[in-house]
């Protein structure tokens, strides 16, 4: 994403001719980004050669899903459509991982005889469902086992998944417990000890601390794992902090723990992936002004994008079509929705807009369009791909007629 000649260009082509062939609200996803995200990650952990699952929860587009299978990732699934989706993509299999905490027997079914990699086991009743199915089928069921090691991520409590007030994984007693009674079971093979602290994590500090806690369980139970799931979490710069994840320290400390426990390692990146390779573009409504506000009402609402409302989160916005007027007040990017919280922005300054303008929201790859919903009766935005200069739909845009 860049500017040529004040004009706002994806790749290359520029913004006005998506929004002109496409029209607004709509997210566009740059494959050139796409691809060089993964190349990247890749490369932080090349000294183990991980097994990289992407979070299909950040992003669930059949084609995205498509063209990360082509760039070697496997997939991280938390429901039964998440893993049907993943499957449509090609996505092989034995490098999918089923994680989430509230699995139903017909989804552990389905994913037993998916023959996927393994379900990531987050309670003491979800193994009992699976002893069930295991004893029912006459199969041996490989499971790893989720540990909630009381980590704080340090990033927001809303996306924090680590500590013992959370919802996710097992205690350190009950994942050693557990350990203990299933290490040699008939129906279950305990292959991998997994662990998820949270996600837009900016330190590597937490991770190094959640290391610890898995060194612990490994050197108290003495049991050796075939895998490690060190989930995902990695933060990436909306802009406003230019903090992120120091990776080559992170990527030491794996190192040495791989060295000592010859073990392979999984990670579940998602926003580190397309996060910062999705854009939303909209075009500006009205701008109403007050004495000390003007308000920029945007066709895009949080229908469209969710997480400004939920999280207070930051998105970058920009114009399609730069100018050199600066007015000096502040300016409230907001949506359509009958909402208070349907705003995007606000700023003490801008450049001059007038109505029929297009702004672009950026980094909304991850945790965007499949956190959208048809409130206020309200259409769902299109996807475009850009991909070898060209613009490809890649999924329309759901209409009144589609809802009604």
Known sequence: MQYKKNKLFIEKISADKIIKKFGTPAYCYSFKQLKENIVKFKSYFNKINPLICFAVKANNNLRILKEINRLGLGADVVSKGELEVALKAKINPNKIVFSGVGKTYREIEFAINKKILLINVESRSEIETILKIAKKSKKKIDIGLRLNPNVDAKTIKEITTGKNVNKFGLSERETMELINIYRKSKFLNVRCLSVHIGSQITSHI???????????????????????????????????????????????????????????????????????????????????????????????????????????????????????????????????????????????????????????????????????????????????????????????????????
Request: proline content about 3%.
């Open 206 to 404: 937490p991770y190094l601390k959640m290391l610890k806690a898995i060194q612990k369980i490994i050197d108290k139970t003495d049991f050796n794992f075939e895998y490690i799931d060190l989930g995902g979490g990695m933060g990436i710069n909306y802009g406003q902090n230019k903090k992120i994840l120091n990776y080559r320290k992170y990527s030491e400390q794996i190192n040495n723990f791989v060295k000592k426990n010859n073990v392979k390692i999984i990670f579940e990146p998602g926003r580190s992936i397309v996060g910062n390779a999705g854009y939303l573009l909209s075009k500006i409504i009205y701008i109403k002004k007050t004495n000390k506000i003007n308000f920029v009402i945007i066709d895009a609402g949080m229908n469209d994008l969710l997480r400004p409302a939920l999280y207070k989160a930051y998105h970058r916005i920009i114009p399609t079509n730069k100018n050199k007027i600066k007015v000096f007040k502040r300016h409230d990017f907001v949506g359509p929705i009958c909402e208070t919280t349907d705003k995007f922005l606000s700023v003490n300054s801008y450049q001059m807009l007038k109505e029929g303008d297009s702004i672009m929201i950026c980094d909304v790859g991850a945790y965007g369009k499949v956190l959208s919903s048809n409130y206020n009766l309200r259409t769902i935005s299109s996807e475009i791909l850009i991909k070898n200069s060209k613009t490809i739909k890649i999924r329309k845009n759901i209409s009144l007629d589609d809802i009604i």
